[in-house]
């Protein structure tokens, strides 16, 4: 069988990552690169001397002189729109880093092209494949806790906005981050979300010019409710994700716990052993192309989260209670 040709769609950091990981699995070959900074094609080639690939400035370009097979879209995401439709136009199915948009217009516009073309999307939400975060949603979703009521999720992350495109965007943290943490935790619920009540904003510290702060009540079906707090600028880290039952608690951070109502107390949930978070999602777009089944993160699920964002970022700026379904029904 023919190996996957893959064209690389940016080189910076996690371009170069993604680039390092192809070349460790069979069955796939780079066969381009895509990036407009010579400084970054420089770097990739530096980081994979023995890889010699046709380099270009843009996905079309790409297009006209290589057949590939999957484009891998790493490239910074305020182009995002552009290098996904020029792929999926070019009949590429797609392993995109998230946020896969920076609106849900652009995100409802790259899952339409995807679907005229009938090429298939999978969005970079690695953290489905922790061991903890797969084994909770495992357990949740098996009925470990029996009726859901509650959540809780706190993150807070040393960092900083220097020298990062992030650090002049209005809603960094919304988009950079807690992109991971609305789909993590709707993957672990395994319920759709209805509504968001909160904010974003900016503490007086930090060198970001948008919000690195958010705090969020998210409502699911089913009456779940979990409050979540995120920021960055923090001058300590600390993370926690808890969801309560009636049958119990897990609790998942330094590990993977679990807390009977009888006890009350914590014990460690046996986990499988760690291994790669990202390849899973390349093998995920693998198999959707080999059999045709839609990926389990892709663009059109991935909606929703985006849905979950921009929501948040509703609610800041006029107040008030935003329903989730009704933007994704919206026209654009």
Known sequence: MSPIRVLHVGLGGRGRYWLGLVQQHEG??????VDPSESALAAAQESAPDVQVPTFASVRDAARQVKADV?????????????????IDAGLHLLV????ALTLADAKAIVAAAERQGTHIVVGQNYRYFPSIAEMARQIQAGRLGDLGLGCFLRTRRRFGAGTYQQHMRHNYLWEMSVHDFDLIRFTLGLTPRAITGWSWQPPWGDFTG??????????????????FGAWASWAGEYFWRVDGSQGVLREGSGLQFADPQGGQYTAVEL??????EWPLMEELLDAI????????????NLWTIAMLEATQLATERGGRVEIPTLLEEKQ
């Open 28 to 33: 796939v070959e780079p066969v381009g690169w």
């Open 71 to 87: 484009a891998i879209v790493a490239a910074a995401a305020t182009g995002r729109r552009e290098n996904c439709v020029e792929a």
């Open 97 to 100: 880093e998230k946020p896969f």
């Open 211 to 228: 919000e690195t702060s958010v705090q969020v009540l998210i409502e699911f079906e089913r009456d779940v409710k979990v409050n979540y």
């Open 272 to 277: 499988p052993p760690a291994g790669n978070i």
């Open 290 to 301: 080999k059999t045709g089944s839609p990926p389990r993160t892709s663009g059109r699920d």
